[in-house]
Antibody, heavy 119, light 108 residues
């Protein structure tokens, strides 16, 4: 079965860049039938979809309006994983970040990473 | 963005009760409506997709229905493991999907 294992820091300073990675087992990041997304959850904003990547003869990338220009989602085919970089962090970016398989409905989810933006 | 409104925001119920949660969309999402269950400290898990299709491994006591702007999740006989928070999510505007704020099901 597909499993997603997240890694990345839990504490980041304001204005810095967050880097999170999601390792995939049981599927391929370059599958022609899957998509891979990042979603975050906070008390103030609830569940919020951030970004998606998928491969259909070439790579495609989509971003939410709220993070467009600040976020980059990147596949790594050599390690079968994908990552999220989010720059210019503010305390509003404090949330639990999840990697997920899917672009319309989502399953499975990674274990979640609590990211706190604080000096 | 399409706004998703869930009601109630919380409810108390007993084991064996029938529970219904409602999700309303600010505009039609046709049948592009999904439901998730989240337990404390855990990631959400997909229960139902496309309004009424049960995700593999999900018990048949969970049922989804509706269309357009109004949808329901029904648990026919609440079990101890069903106490959790439930979220609806529209995928009509995929990939820019939106979620409801959640309904917390607590033990009476």
């Amino acid at each position: 079965q597909v499993q997603l294992q997240q890694s990345g820091p839990g504490l980041v300073k304001p204005s810095q860049t967050l880097s999170l990675t999601c390792a995939i087992s049981g599927d391929s990041v370059s599958s022609n039938s899957a998509a891979w997304s990042w979603i975050r959850q906070s008390p103030s904003r609830g569940l919020e979809w951030l970004a998606r990547t998928y491969y259909r003869s070439k790579w495609y990338f989509d971003y939410s309006v709220s993070v467009m220009g600040r976020a980059t989602i990147s596949p790594d085919t050599s390690r079968n994983q994908f990552s999220l970089q989010l720059n210019s962090l503010t305390p509003e970016d404090t949330a639990v970040y999840y990697c997920v398989r899917g672009g319309s409905h989502f399953e499975p989810w990674g274990q979640g990473t609590l990211v706190t933006v604080s000096s | 963005d399409i706004q998703m409104t869930q009601s109630p925001s919380s409810l108390s119920a007993s084991v064996g009760d029938r529970v219904t949660i409602t999700c309303r969309a600010s505009q039609s999402v046709v049948n592009y409506l999904n439901w998730y269950q989240q337990k404390p400290g855990k990631a959400p898990e997909l229960l139902i997709y496309s309004t009424s299709s049960l995700q593999s491994g999900v018990p048949s006591r969970f049922r989804g229905s509706g269309s357009g702007t109004e949808f329901t999740l029904t648990i026919s006989s609440l079990q101890p493991e069903d106490f959790a928070t439930y979220y609806c999510q529209q995928s009509y505007t995929s990939p820019r999907v939106t979620f409801g704020a959640g309904t917390k099901v607590e033990i009476k």
